[in-house]
């Protein structure tokens, strides 16, 4: 089974603190995206890599930024952050040698900025 | 561009009821649609999908058939449990876009 872990479920940061999310897959695959969920609002994509060292943005990537310096491991940056970035964050993988678009997700991690 | 529309939940069911979620899309081309499911405390799990239009996506007891005539992909159980219970979003795959856009989700209380 393919896993996607996250190296928090619960996080609480103060306004101005740099942030690191960690996100790790063991199914060697391609592909690694950052989402932020909020209530009524679904799911936002802020940023995605197709490959190591290789970043895309999404829909949503102020304030965020990402690195992939290894297949397995992609980690979002929040280089200061501010009370508007509260959210549910999930991270997700897929293979590209398979359905491209059938991502797999991680448990998500629940920052709170105060 | 590309977007997702699900009815606004919560909906609330008793055990044994029929369930419906209405999903409808607009995007450009052929895309491909599934529905994932959050349960609590836990990531998204894909739970069907279909490819192109009048298909049938189906997975524990679920379905969903793609409708191009009317852009839905509406998700549907006979007969729900407690278990159900959960949050629902409907999803298209744009290969123009490249990416999963989601709809906002619908949560699903289930009671006995």
């Known amino acids: 089974d393919v896993k996607v872990t996250q190296s928090s479920r619960y996080l609480v940061k103060r306004t101005g603190e740099k942030v690191f999310l960690e996100c790790v897959q063991d199914?060697?695959?391609?592909?690694m995206f950052w989402y932020r969920q909020d209530p009524g609002l679904g799911l936002r994509l802020i940023y995605f890599?197709?490959?190591?060292?290789?970043?895309e943005k999404g829909d949503i990537p102020e304030g965020y930024s990402v690195s992939r310096e290894k297949k397995e491991r992609f980690s979002l940056i929040l280089e200061s952050a501010s009370t508007n970035q509260t959210s549910m964050y999930l991270c997700?993988?897929?293979?590209?040698?398979?359905?491209?678009?059938?991502?797999?997700f991680g448990p998500g991690t629940r920052l709170t900025v105060l | 561009g590309n977007s997702v529309t699900q009815m606004e939940g919560p909906v609330t069911l008793s055990e044994e009821a029929f369930l419906t979620i209405n999903c409808t899309y607009t995007?450009?081309?052929?895309?491909?649609l599934f529905w994932y499911v959050q349960y609590p405390g836990e990531g998204l799990q894909l739970l069907l999908k279909?490819?192109?239009?009048?298909d049938k996506g189906s997975n524990k007891g679920f379905e969903a058939t793609y409708r191009k005539e009317t852009t839905s992909f509406h998700l549907e159980k006979g007969s729900v449990q407690v278990s159900d219970s959960a949050v629902y979003f409907c999803?298209?795959?744009?290969?123009?876009?490249?990416?999963?856009?989601f709809g906002g989700g619908t949560r699903l209380m289930v009671k006995p």
């Open positions: 995007a450009t081309g052929y895309p491909s």
């Open positions: 997700a993988s897929s293979s590209r040698d398979r359905h491209y678009n059938e991502q797999f």
């Open positions: 999803a298209l795959f744009n290969n123009a876009g490249n990416m999963l856009t």
């Open positions: 890599s197709y490959d190591v060292k290789m970043k």
């Open positions: 199914m060697d695959h391609e592909n």
């Open positions: 279909a490819t192109k239009a009048d």
